[in-house]
């Protein structure tokens, strides 16, 4: 049975390469979702193996890392690991500090630094 990957907030082309590179892979299925509402229904219903938030949102451009900071905050969802896809550093040790495990950058997308960063999830 495939792992689920959780793909918060990235546009339909971006949602594709990440889908793209995760299936082609691993064992694991890619699902879209935009906000916090579809986001917590979402976790809600399945297990996820991962949860990957983009640095900004899709339809809002709200704050991914608040997203996930409300994410770990919850007892039933803490202990999914959850990564932010961003290319800058300051985004991504601040969500490191707010509970998530190390991200990526969409220009890391094609890299195996990024397959190793996936791997301890969805190997």
Known sequence: MPKLVLDVGNCGYDHSSLKSLIERNFDAKVLPSHGPADTLKMLR??????????RKLDRDHA??????????AD???????VMLLSNYEDAQAAAEAAGAVPGFGKLALGKESTLKKL????G
């Open 45 to 54: 219903e399945q297990t996820f193996a991962l949860v990957v938030i983009n």
């Open 63 to 72: 704050d991914g890392i608040e997203l996930m900071k409300t994410i770990k």
């Open 75 to 81: 007892e039933q969802f803490a202990q999914t690991p």
């Open 119 to 122: 791997e301890p999830y969805l």
